[in-house]
């Protein structure tokens, strides 16, 4: 008798910054997610892969839930919405120290009624006393959701038991991929992200929401990438920040992203960073397209 395998989406939602991309590559035990201790790094969504016994459970990670500012934070909005309409399960990421009204928010914004599990996340970072208060004032909702999760990924919790619980919740079906992928992603567009990563955490809090990163080529080889990508900004100014004095920041960019390459792909990594100015680009849709952000 054949076993009976299940399959289905889980949107992963929540305010900029609320742990979701720590979180996937914890649950894959795999760095795939741009994670940064800076609000809305992730820009599109991204498909992360998790296999639980005979279940195929498809993350996607999201943007961040904010307003809606520039073109591009246009296309991150649209993004997580679209990702809340595709799914079988969302779920709502909050930290233990967010006001209850992130969630309120997130209630009328789910015009379908998805179900959803609540992910009280970074519970670290708070008092037990404050974590029992913060879980009562979820129970005055516990009509709407399926399970309320605290998570620290720090202090740990079995990623076992979280797996099961979102297991429980898939609908019977084949798989839709090959249950040793990690990700639908390509891998030019991975290591895109990984690059944004080392731009978030080697620049000022203004540079990174002012630039992106284009892969011009990828050279695989057996024992080494060499990939070529270009950054742009904004302005001259923001240029001359990303590059630095006598070239220092963006030669620590490029070795912090060559870790991270490395890290993932398991080969030496020959990396090769331009930077060039494109004004205005987070409003032109030309370019937002090229980067790969399709605007409506």
């Not at 900029?16 to 795999?30: F, Q, R, T, Y």
């Not at 016994?53 to 520039?70: A, K, L, M, S």
């Not at 909702?141 to 399970?147: E, G, S, T, V």
């Not at 990174?208 to 011009?216: G, M, N, Q, T």
């Amino acid at each position: 008798m054949s076993i009976q395998t299940k399959t289905g989406y889980v949107a992963v939602i929540g305010r900029p910054n609320a742990g979701k991309s720590s979180l996937l590559n914890w649950l894959i035990g795999e760095k795939l997610a741009l994670v940064s201790h800076k609000a809305n790094a992730t820009r599109k969504r991204l498909n992360i892969i998790a296999m639980h016994e005979n279940t195929q459970i498809i993350f996607i990670d999201t943007p961040g839930i904010h307003e809606q500012e520039r073109l591009l934070n246009q296309f991150m909005l649209e993004e997580a919405m679209k990702a809340m309409g595709d799914c079988d399960l969302i779920l709502f990421l909050a930290p233990a120290s967010d006001s209850i009204q992130n969630y309120i928010d997130f209630l009328a914004l789910n015009k379908n009624h998805i179900q959803h599990m609540v992910l009280l996340t970074k519970t670290d970072s708070v008092s037990q006393t404050a974590l029992f208060d913060k879980i009562k004032e979820y129970q005055a909702f516990q009509d709407k959701f399926l399970a309320l999760i605290p998570v620290s990924i720090k202090k740990g919790i079995s990623q076992s038991y979280l797996l099961e619980t979102i297991s429980k919740q898939m609908p019977e079906h084949p798989y839709l991929y090959d249950p040793e992928i990690l990700t639908t992603e390509r891998l030019r567009d991975i290591y895109k992200e990984l690059i944004r990563e080392a731009i978030f955490e080697n620049t000022s809090d203004e540079i990174p929401y002012f630039s992106d990163v284009i892969i011009d080529k990828v050279e695989e080889k057996e024992t080494i990438e060499n990939i070529y990508a270009t950054i742009i900004v904004d302005k001259k100014s923001q240029k001359g920040i990303l590059i630095g004095k006598e070239g220092q920041t963006i030669k620590r960019i490029g070795s912090h992203a060559r870790k991270l390459i490395e890290s993932l792909s398991q080969k030496r990594a020959f990396l090769k960073l331009v930077v060039v100015v494109k004004q205005g680009w987070s409003q032109d849709k030309d370019i937002l397209k090229k980067i790969g952000y399709i605007v409506e």
